[in-house]
């Protein structure tokens, strides 16, 4: 199975990332669906190298925590069971800045101050994937939610400023597979993020209601 451990967006804050895309970077098109996908085709010769930029579908919006690719199922057993450990309390995440990557050709929106939790969650993934035997590239970790595949440095950059916040209460395992329609990450398994605090704790901080 080929997959990665990531961050779901809830409806509505796919709803509203898709909405700001329409409205800051008019033109692009939203499913690569419409696109030619000849080279997806059996015994196809070449990839089709001017597909032009395309807007990833809003089902599809993630922040990734740690890519996995293919696993065995030892492994992902193993995965499994360090995952069932964590403790990181919930947080939220603001998605207000934008950026380009060159290399795998995307157009990204990011948070400018990522939450501590957030690195945390990623680090302790990464080390359980690892203890799993699982091979993670060792690199900087960069939080972001991809929003446009195939972009140049033509690609229009947006035009209106960006704030959204993402709730984060869980992370999952996702699959990754591809087809005709494109790529799909269907949730293999959950995890809800737990507070490490105690009760009163949580009442004292006002984490919870009384």
Known sequence: MRCFIGID??????????????????????????????YHA?????????????????????????FNGHITPIQHEKLCCGLDDIKIDPFDVTLNTTGFWAKPKILFVAPISPPKQLASLANACQKIARRAGISIEKRDYKPHVTLIRKATESTPSPLLPLDISVSVKEFHLFESFSDKQGLHYPIRQSWPLVSSLSVRDQLKQGLVGR
């Open 9 to 38: 967006l809830s409806i509505r804050e796919k709803i509203a990332l898709e909405t700001w895309r329409e409205r800051a970077i008019p033109g692009v098109q939203n499913h690569k669906a419409n696109l030619d996908l000849g």
């Open 42 to 66: 059996k015994g196809a010769e070449h990839a089709n190298k001017n597909v032009q930029a395309y807007g990833v579908p809003a089902a599809n919006f993630h922040i990734t925590l740690c």
